[in-house]
């Protein structure tokens, strides 16, 4: 077929703005039990969260016409099921309550275990042994927010109080017979990816749960998350005291890192890649010990999420080695589990024969595109200021059908992730697929500031936000440039929520790009501040500083503050329900910038929320922004 000469950036392709919401779906939380293995799905058609079982061969949605699991402790939820002796318990999205919910063929309305409407439940867990659930509670009375680790008796409903006193609780783990529970606990101001501590409490003859203990993280200079109990009763965690969120264990009453043959190493390094993600959300799953004596691990390299199990020896296997990131796992004697991306398909529930390392796609995985019409990511790192280190992933132009104009340079569309503690993937992204379709280039940029490239690379943004993160998005554009791969002259930034911050910063900052916008994003950190919910409350305060000691700071950093500062157009886009970043702080920052003539546009949404769900919007949102950098290519 010959391909049409056409200018970069008015490629016409097949691939809309309703095939890319469509293609929007994903999948969490993977659970093995019950002869088989159940995940959450999300479908943007009807925005809601389903719960799946597979077994035998054939998977079957469990949950009931208009119900929706999600759990919003912390706001940002995970944990929204178990499995119980007695079928599944859930989080309900509507009133977030726990319900149980049995599976078998002649499965009734699901049954409400908690009716304690000023309170939300995430993380949860069964313990067998008295037949109750564990769960973080997140308490709301007046304007007051509380957290504990609370025990629920399926039975009888009868709550019990396990820990409270602290902040935020997280990961309840229960060793084999539920005689000792582990868990993470942490302080204000401190984040979950800054300074956690692990506790354990045992169990008395009487079933009742001891005083608690702090077994590692006094310090308060290291971040552990997930502690696990092997067969053998052996704890481990994964904490990143040497650098990297790497599985850690006790054994003899002392903490170390697990070395290859699966024992402490005393003070020995471990090897430099993280084994987990920001602890953004509860319920994350990214190790697990084997009753072999090994581990079934996913590790960042590069940005990949890849997956092995390690045995006791040290040996290592690759697996699901066709997919590029691996996340929640699960397993059962027969099989791995995992939900898995790759960069030619849509997310994947994966079941890889343990004793083969086969792998089957049981849901998911559908490829969107053919092959030869994909833009495959190609990760490469760039010198950004002070000789710093950053990265990114590119996306070339890609349609079989035209070619840009002899001479010409595509336009790019930079991408910044949300957090900002967080981190991008080279996975199939239906989004940066709509914008190669049509010859823009996009570059996906991790930050100096994102997870995955370790503790001092993540801990770059402390007081820095702002600042380390807009400049390595006008470094990203000058190395592309160098490369020779875009137009520096016509580049555009995106980023939602704290990536939309960043987009304005970088606007503000005259950094070069031809426009940009705004998903829902922060451009008055005070207001935020003012209005934010618990979890993050004193998280500007880390990325920024003291709103009195730092007020200059804060005015230097404020796009609201320096609207005047931004002469190119930008597009906003708003949920009427957004409880993070308020309608009126993204209204006030488009006024700003009508006032001093700048062309803005805004998009609002009456029922979406901080991040949209709906199929409908995505395919709005995607196509006016379209739209918008079209009017602006030259």
């Not at 016409?12 to 779906?25: F, I, L, N, R, V």
């Not at 980023?495 to 998903?519: E, I, K, N, W």
Request: proline share 6%; glycine share 10%.
């Amino acid at each position: 077929m010959t391909q049409r000469a056409i200018p970069y950036g008015f490629w016409p392709s097949g691939w809309t703005a309703e095939d890319a919401a469509s293609a929007s779906g994903d999948f969490a939380e993977l659970r093995a039990g019950h002869d088989g293995v159940f995940w959450l799905q999300y479908q943007p058609e009807d925005a809601r969260c389903t719960l799946w079982h597979w077994r035998a061969g054939h998977a079957v949605c469990v949950t009931p016409a208009g119900v929706s699991l999600r759990s919003r402790v912390y706001e940002y939820g995970g944990g929204a099921f178990c499995l119980t002796d007695r079928g599944v318990a859930f989080v309900n999205e509507s009133d977030q309550q726990i319900y149980l919910q049995s599976i078998d063929d002649k499965a009734g309305e699901p049954i409400a275990l908690t009716q304690r409407g000023h309170c939300r439940y995430g993380d949860l867990q069964f313990d067998p042994r008295e037949g109750a659930i564990v769960a973080i509670e997140q308490s709301h009375v007046g304007n007051r927010v509380e957290h504990r680790l609370v025990s629920l008796s399926v039975a009888s409903g009868q709550r019990g109080v396990v820990a409270e006193g602290a902040d935020f609780y997280a990961s309840p783990a229960l060793d084999a017979d539920a005689g000792r529970m582990a868990w993470i606990q942490w302080q204000r101001p401190d984040q979950p990816w800054t300074a956690t501590c692990l506790w354990m409490a045992e169990r008395s003859a009487d079933g009742a749960w001891q005083a608690p203990r702090c077994l590692a993280g006094t310090g308060g200079n290291e971040s552990l998350q997930q502690p696990r109990f092997a067969a053998d009763g052996t704890l481990y965690c994964l904490s990143d005291r040497a650098g990297w969120w790497q599985p850690w264990c006790e054994q003899d009453g002392r903490w170390g890192p697990v070395n290859h043959a699966g024992h402490d190493t005393g003070e020995g390094a471990p090897a430099a890649f993280d084994h987990a993600p920001a602890p953004w959300q509860l319920g994350t799953v990214s190790y697990l010990p084997l009753a072999s004596g090994g581990l079934l691990l996913t590790r960042t390299v590069e940005g990949h999420g890849l997956l092995l199990d390690q045995d006791r020896e040290g040996r290592e296997r690759p697996l699901a080695t066709a997919f590029t990131r691996c996340r929640q796992l699960a397993a059962d004697p027969l099989n791995y589990y995992c939900i898995a991306g790759a960069v030619d398909r849509a997310p994947a529930v994966l079941a890889i024969a343990r004793a083969t390392g086969r792998t089957e796609i049981i849901a998911g995985g559908q490829q969107p595109l053919p092959a030869d019409q994909l833009s495959r990511p190609e990760p490469f790192s760039f010198t950004t200021a002070g000789s710093e280190t950053a990265h990114a992933f590119f996306y070339p132009p890609r349609n079989l059908d035209c070619m840009g104009l002899g001479g010409e340079k595509p336009p790019l569309v930079v991408f910044l992730h949300g957090g900002p503690t967080s981190a991008c993937y080279p996975v199939f992204d239906p989004r940066i697929q709509y914008w190669t379709q049509r010859g823009f280039a996009v570059a996906d940029l991790n930050y100096r500031g994102s997870s995955g490239f370790g503790r001092a690379y993540r801990q770059r943004l402390y007081q820095q936000w702002g600042v380390v993160d807009v400049e390595d998005a006008g470094a990203v554009v000058s190395a592309l440039a160098e490369r020779g791969q875009i137009d520096p002259r016509r580049t555009f930034i995106r980023g939602s929520s704290a990536g939309g911050y960043t987009a304005l910063c970088a606007l503000a900052s005259d950094a070069g790009f031809s426009g940009g916008a705004s998903l829902y994003g922060v451009s008055d950190p005070l207001a935020l501040r003012r209005v934010t919910h618990k979890f993050e409350a004193d998280y500007l305060d880390w990325l920024i500083g003291d709103p009195e000691r730092d007020a200059e700071r804060y005015r230097q950093r404020t796009p609201l503050l320096n609207a005047a500062r931004i002469r190119v157009p930008v597009i906003f886009f708003q949920g009427g329900q957004d409880a993070v970043v308020l309608p009126e702080q993204t209204e006030s920052m488009v006024a700003a910038l009508g006032r001093r003539n700048v062309p803005v546009e805004y998009c609002f949404y009456p029922q979406e929320r901080h991040g949209f769900r709906q199929a409908a919007n995505l395919a709005d949102a995607l196509e006016r922004e379209c739209r918008f950098y079209l009017t602006l290519l030259h």
